[in-house]
């Protein structure tokens, strides 16, 4: 049995998958941790598995998985998987994977009832927070626009916990063409704000039909103009004396909100 050492050519090239422009070149990304890959192998997205040697016993099954479905699997040194990992603890198992986005219009043309939208988001664990809520709240896809993180960044899977094997995901560079897709496609747009002419308990009208929610910039929220154009803008009741929520806790609340409406038609 072969062992890949931190100095082989597949371990290098592996290793520059952390990088956005190469995963973009190659059209492939590398996942890391049982969940991630046990979830690339169920959507059938895996090309190859890699598994750290003396860990070999411990992931039997996935490994067995991935062999039945016709995957390389290949076993590293402890030096090569301490150049792949990214945790801090290495997990010692690791996926190539084909990059998983998708244009908007394939999302779009099969009617979606709801969206999840982030906006100009840069932090990847909130983007991958979003990504397992959106996915655990029933949406149809997660949408990023502008200049959001690559929702294929490592710390970005990793907070996905598997959903961004679930969850369709779709880039647009332009928010204004994005946002214009969206409407023309006869998805309400809504826009979260904390001075919001609509108050979240009261949306159940709005909720009830497709709409996508529009979450802003961690450090910035959403943009005046933005929020302006939204067809409702939506505040989250807040009870306490917190000025605000994050990114990621508006959307479990708004996303919520939305399950609960559909659940109830």
Same mark, same amino acid.
């Given at each position: ?115 999840? #939208?982030?906006?100009? *988001?840069?932090?990847? %664990? +909130?983007?991958?927070?979003? =990504? ?6 029933? $949406? /149809? ?66 909720? #009830?039909?497709?709409? *996508?929610?529009?979450? %802003? +910039?961690?450090?910035?929220? =959403? ?6 154009? $939204? /067809? ?34």
């Amino acid at each position: 049995m072969e062992v890949l050492s931190e100095r082989s050519a597949r371990v290098v090239s592996y290793a520059k998958l952390h990088r956005a422009a190469v995963r973009r070149a190659e059209g492939r990304f590398l996942v890391e941790g049982p969940n991630s890959v046990s979830a690339a192998l169920d959507a059938g997205r895996a090309q190859r598995v890699l598994v750290r040697e003396g860990d070999v016993q411990r992931h039997t099954t996935i490994l067995d998985d991935a062999q039945a479905a016709g995957i390389v699997v290949e076993v590293l040194s402890d030096r090569a998987v301490h150049k792949l990992s990214e945790s801090m603890t290495a997990p010692g198992l690791f996926a190539v994977c084909e990059l998983l986005d998708r244009p908007l219009d394939s999302v779009l043309d099969v009617g979606p009832s709801l969206l999840a #939208v982030a906006v100009e *988001a840069r932090d990847p %664990g +909130n983007v991958g927070t979003l =990504l397992r809520c959106a996915d655990a709240m029933g $949406a /149809d896809a997660m949408v990023l626009l502008g200049d959001s993180v690559d929702p294929h960044n490592g710390k970005c899977v990793r907070s996905s916990a598997g959903s961004i094997f679930h969850l369709p995901v779709t880039r647009e560079r332009s928010v204004a063409d994005g946002l214009d897709a969206i409407r023309a496609a006869g998805v309400t747009t809504l826009a979260t704000a904390a001075d919001g002419e609509l108050s979240l308990d009261d949306a159940d009208d709005v909720l #009830v039909g497709p709409h *996508a929610w529009l979450f %802003g +910039n961690e450090a910035h929220g =959403l943009d005046r103009d933005i929020q302006r154009d $939204a /067809d409702h803008r939506v505040s989250i009741p807040i009870a306490g004396r917190a000025e605000s929520l994050n990114i990621a806790a508006a959307a479990a609340i708004c996303l919520y909100a939305s399950a609960r409406r559909h659940r109830s038609r």
